[in-house]
């Protein structure tokens, strides 16, 4: 009914009009870039000067200065496994719309095939399910609300077959996804579309590790090097006027022992929320942190340390806290180490 959202904007504005102040700017968002860059700095770890890039992308957002004809941004997050890509997605999800599964996510590598195009697109005119319009598609979630952007997310992009890449063109292009039964439209004129793809991530391991050795030990890595490697391995898989149509492009950088402990504190403060329904808290010993620090991978990242907080250190607790209902204090030993379980407040 285009006169009631006609009058619906019409209203908006006068409102807007009268709680803004004379001489203000005004912009109908009302996430604060600044914060968002504070809590993403503290939670994603080791990637300060890539989530400095994406806060300008923030800033220009809030300030209403995109084109009304295409999404407000379009980002690609690269790097390898377990440096928070996903997670910085679902912090700006949690942050803006206060929830991390207020997003519409499609995992990409459940597109494999080419036929799997219509999953997305709806199923052509002739075909079952043409006339019902289904999509993998959240509209609510990828149109947002007035003051809010909507947030997409393609996660592992690399792995979807060419045709499901081709059929996002249109959508990054003009913002605008009509399914081929038209009858019903998608508008991504409000939404942030972010994409995620570990390309390139193998040959970049392997140019760095050549400074890990012999004479090349006294250089570093050159940058101008690392992002050549990207593009090319993303120009090999995506076709031009994909890559032409991401407004940023971000690389994530491998997480090294020495962010082992910071990586450490992320996971158990997740476990810390959870102990805390059960009025439990849990305190563990210097020793106890550097053994589930000591075998950290950097090929798996942050999801190295959250498996052995998963299968190793949760179920220590957990019997300890069945074995001990009504203790005040225990100790639980840990792989011959000391950790303290305390019922909470």
Same mark, same amino acid.
């Given at each position: 009914?285009?006169?009631? %959202? ?33 809590? *993403? ?16 992308? /923030? ?12 999404? /407000?941004?379009?980002? /690609? ?31 990409? %590598? ?8 219509? #999953? ?84 970049? +391991?392997?140019?760095? %590790? ?8 006294? +250089? ?27 407004? *940023? ?18 996971? *158990? ?22 053994? /589930?620090?000591?075998?950290?991978? #950097? ?16 179920? $220590? $607790?957990?019997?300890?806290?069945? #074995? ?22």
């Amino acid at each position: 009914m285009p006169f009631i %959202n006609d009058q619906l904007e019409a209203n908006r504005r006068v409102i807007a009009e009268k709680e803004t102040p004379k001489g203000l700017r005004q912009t109908r968002f009302t996430f604060d870039p600044d914060h968002l860059s504070r809590v *993403l700095k503290k939670r994603i770890v080791g990637q300060d000067e890539t989530l400095q890039r994406l806060d300008s992308l /923030l800033q220009v957002v809030r300030a209403d200065l995109g084109s009304k004809d295409r999404p /407000l941004g379009v980002c /690609l997050l690269m790097g390898p496994t377990g440096v928070g890509k996903t997670e910085t997605v679902h912090i700006l999800s949690e942050l803006i719309h206060g929830s991390r599964q207020a997003l519409c996510r499609i995992d990409m %590598n459940t597109l494999g095939q080419e036929h799997y195009a219509s #999953a997305l697109t709806g199923a052509p005119p002739g075909y079952v399910g043409s006339k019902e319009g289904h999509t993998l598609f959240d509209a609510d979630k990828i149109q947002g609300s007035y003051s809010k952007p909507g947030i997409v997310l393609f996660d592992e992009l690399e792995k979807a077959s060419p045709e499901v890449i081709r059929s996002l063109l249109n959508v990054l292009d003009s913002g605008v996804l009509t399914l081929p039964s038209g009858n019903r439209t998608i508008h991504f004129h409000n939404t942030l579309i972010f994409m995620t793809s570990n390309l390139g991530a193998a040959e970049l +391991l392997q140019y760095q %590790n050549r400074f890990r050795r012999g004479w090349r030990k006294l +250089l570093k890595p050159r940058q101008a090097s690392e992002s050549r490697i990207l593009d090319e391995a993303l120009n090999r898989r995506f076709d031009p006027e994909f890559v032409n149509r991401i407004d *940023l492009i971000l690389q994530y950088q491998r997480l090294p022992a020495s962010e082992s402990a910071k990586l450490l504190d992320l996971e *158990l403060e997740k476990l810390h929320r959870r102990l805390r329904d059960h009025h439990v808290e849990l305190e563990l010993t210097p020793a106890v942190r550097d053994f /589930l620090c000591r075998d950290y991978d #950097a090929r798996y990242g942050a999801r190295d340390l959250a498996r052995l907080v998963r299968h190793e250190l949760g179920p $220590v $607790v957990a019997r300890a806290m069945l #074995a001990n209902p009504a203790a005040t204090e225990f100790v639980v030993d840990y792989t011959d180490l000391q950790l303290i379980v305390r019922p909470g407040a």
